[in-house]
């Protein structure tokens, strides 16, 4: 297995003169998932190499949120 897989989901706002939505989401696998997990909340405490088991992990990386509130050009990201 290599060490990522990443799918991205993307939706762009499209018009910011009218309420909208947007946002992203990332998916993550592979060893590179697990390597990026933060210490102390499942694994990473119990030895030098133990930050990458299970080796191969689902991880959502911070996704964000666009939000176009029907001002022309006023947007808010929230992520």
Known sequence: ?????????????????????G??????YGQD?????SNGLEYGNGGS???LHPEDAVRYPPGLC????????LTFRVG
Request: aromatic share 4%.
């Open 1 to 21: 297995m290599g060490n990522q897989l990443a799918i991205r989901f993307e939706r762009q706002i499209q018009d910011t003169t009218h309420f909208e939505v």
């Open 23 to 28: 946002g992203l989401i990332e998916v993550m």
């Open 33 to 37: 998932g697990a390597a990026i997990h």
């Open 49 to 51: 190499d133990d930050r």
């Open 66 to 73: 666009d939000i176009a509130v029907g001002v022309k050009g």
